[in-house]
């Protein structure tokens, strides 16, 4: 039975297009855990566009499930999780210019890097999660530098424009799963994951956790947090 990480910054991303206090992804992580969810996720990016400072020593004060921080492999925020210590850190890529993370870290790209952050987090207490494309190679590089888990980039998939394309993308993440599962990491998925496009992960049980921000916001505008929810709670559990 899967487990529901909920993202709120999108609530925050509300807030910050009026510049003002509401609504506050706070309180919405309340609603969240209250409504069932396994976990909570936010993403401190350093032009701080949506969820801030504030935001996540909060989070860190009342999040009683599992906090999930979502940051880039930078000095910055290897302090800022140092001291709020999060139960999880999920390293993610990250560009200015870009709407919303679009696509999976490159851990191949500098090894020695990442195998130091995880060093510096886990000195803190911290585990460590990497998000990856569905990419064997990446996987096992994740797990060769101390990843604890990994949590496979479902963007490409969710944005299939065809059944055939959905398919040879999702054979793509089952590969993936079943490559982290004989390397003994922790299993997520998350990215454009919605209340259609994730009944089809049925067939994948490796996966543990599943990290669902947009679709669940854009649901809370018509039937309220806790509803939105429970809703893909009911589909999670499924799986």
């Known amino acids: 039975m899967a487990r529901l990480a909920v993202n709120v910054d999108h609530v925050a991303t509300v807030r910050q297009a009026r510049g003002i206090d509401e609504p506050d992804p706070v309180l919405a992580a309340g609603i969240a855990e209250l409504?069932?969810?396994?976990?909570?996720?936010?993403?401190l990016r350093e032009d701080r566009r949506h969820i801030n400072d504030r935001d996540l020593g909060l989070l860190r004060q009342t999040v009683r499930t599992k906090l999930n921080l979502?940051?880039?492999?930078?000095?910055?925020?290897?302090?800022?999780?140092?001291?709020?210590?999060?139960?999880?850190?999920?390293?993610?890529?990250e560009r200015r210019e870009e709407l919303t993370t679009e696509g999976g870290l490159?851990?191949?790209?500098?090894?020695?890097?990442?195998?130091?952050?995880?060093?510096?987090?886990?000195?803190?207490?911290?585990?460590?999660?990497?998000?990856?494309?569905?990419?064997?190679?990446?996987?096992?590089?994740?797990?060769?530098?101390g990843g604890d888990v990994v949590e496979i980039h479902t963007g490409h998939y969710s944005e299939a424009r065809s059944e055939s394309e959905a398919q040879e993308r999702f054979m793509r993440i089952a590969k993936a799963a079943e490559a982290a599962e004989k390397?003994?990491?922790?299993?997520?998925?998350?990215?454009?994951l919605n209340y259609i496009n994730i009944k089809r992960f049925e067939s994948l049980p490796q996966i543990e956790e599943y990290s669902i921000g947009h679709s669940i916001i854009t649901r809370a505008i018509f039937v309220?947090?806790?509803q939105a929810v429970r809703e893909m709670i009911a589909l999670v559990k499924d799986l």
Do not use: R, W
């Open 35 to 43: 409504a069932g969810a396994d976990g909570i996720i936010c993403h």
């Open 70 to 93: 979502e940051m880039a492999a930078v000095e910055e925020m290897v302090g800022i999780a140092h001291n709020i210590k999060p139960d999880l850190v999920t390293l993610v890529p």
């Open 106 to 145: 490159d851990v191949k790209s500098n090894p020695a890097l990442y195998k130091k952050v995880v060093e510096q987090l886990k000195e803190a207490g911290i585990e460590v999660s990497f998000f990856i494309d569905p990419d064997t190679s990446q996987i096992e590089i994740a797990q060769q530098v």
């Open 183 to 192: 390397l003994k990491l922790g299993i997520s998925a998350g990215h454009g």
């Open 224 to 226: 309220g947090i806790d």
